[in-house]
Structure formats: C-alpha cells, structure tokens
C-alpha cells in the first residue's frame, strides 16, 4: 500500500501525462491548401514561434536533439527518484524544454542504481529472530548540456526547477569559461596591490640579501667565541 502523498503524486501524474497524449489537431483540408498561395520564406513557421506554440501530443513524442556546433560543454544534469517511470517522463520533458530553449542536450545516461536494504525485528521478546527487510533503490538519469551560453543554461536549470515533477530531484554542474586575456588582467590587479615602484629595484633586493647573510655571521661567530671562553675557563675546584 502506497502513502497518501505517493497515492495523490501517482494520480496528480498520471492526470497530466493523460492531458498531454491527446492526439493532434487535424490538418486543413486539401481543397483548402490546394487553392491557398505557397507561404513565402517571411511567412514560414520560425522554430522560436514554433517551440512556443501549442502543439498537442507533443510531449509523447521524442524530444528532437540539436547537433553540437563546438563541442563545448556546458552544463552536466543530474536527475535521481525512486520511481523509474516519473523520473523518465520528467527526463523526456527536460529534453523538450532544451530543444525549445535551443541547448544541444545527449541522450539520457542510466547509471548504476543505488539499493540500499534495512533489517529490523518484527518484534521484541519471542519474536525477537523474526527479521524483516526493506529496500530502498535509487534511480539515477544524466544529461550534458553543450555550446549555450551561461544564461540559457540558468533560464533552463530555473524552468526546470519551478515545473520539476513529484518525487524527482536534480543537480546542475555549471561551467563558467573566464575570457580571453583574464591571465594579464588578474596579474596587473595584482602588482597594483603590491605597491611596487615603476621598476624593480634589484640593487635593494641584493643589499637586504647581504645585509641578512651578515647579520647570520656575525651570530655564528659570537656563539662560537662564546663557546671556546667557556672552555678555557678554570674550574673552580
């Protein structure tokens, strides 16, 4: 027997998968077509008023991939649940929601599940070697997003996150790429909080060098005068 909540997320989906495979709407008829004018290249269909326009039974069909232009990566998502079926129905809306957005996205990868198992006594007294097990497994699903610029990947991972489904978690691993020339800039913000003169002085270096080496003889040649006083010295006896 399922709990409450799992009773309610499994009906509340199964609604919502029920509302989305309706069929589609059928085509103009073909005397219609026949006599209206061929749409010109302004007047053709764009893919962002396509990814926003009303399409029913979209979501049964397979989620169209983008080809890599670079070969980038851009962001790893981590998806995990205890349900196999809701956490591939939310994968396949992940993958809709990236085409629709214009991220290359791969195909889902099924890693290895986690099972984890729990022994516990039915009861204490005489029953207490009656044992009974439980079993918790874990499904996991990951996706690499590629060449999409860093707020696309912030608007997909936050559309994700608002419309994510019942009893599914996800993690995104971001990538931030510094720009060209940031290794010059990070070096001159540094020496500028250095205070160095316009040029370095190598002289001073070198003096506070054989400044310091003189101070070290000097210490060594006291210690050492100090201890050959001591063993001249008569005893007392």
Known sequence: MFARPCRSAASALRGYMRFNSTTAVPAASTSASSSATPPTLDQQ????????????????????YLPKTHGIPAATLHF???????????????S???SALGVPLSKPVHLP?????WTVLRGPFVHKKSQENFERKTHKRVVKAWDAHPDVVDMLVQYLEKHIAPGVGMRAVKWR??????GQKTLESVLGHMR????VRAEK????????????????????????LQKTEPNSS
């Open 80 to 94: 995990r649940g205890y349900h196999p079926r809701a956490l591939d129905f939310f994968v396949h809306f992940a």
């Open 196 to 199: 160095l003169d316009e040029q």
């Open 177 to 182: 790429r510094a720009p060209v020339g940031v």
């Open 113 to 117: 599940t986690q099972r984890r198992l």
């Open 45 to 64: 269909l764009s893919e962002p008023a396509y990814a926003a326009s009303v399409v029913h039974g979209r979501s049964v069909r397979a989620p169209h």
């Open 205 to 228: 270096v070198k003096a506070l060098g054989e400044q310091i080496v003189q101070q070290e003889l000097a210490a060594a040649a006291g210690a050492a005068k100090e201890g050959a």
């Open 96 to 98: 809709h929601a990236a």
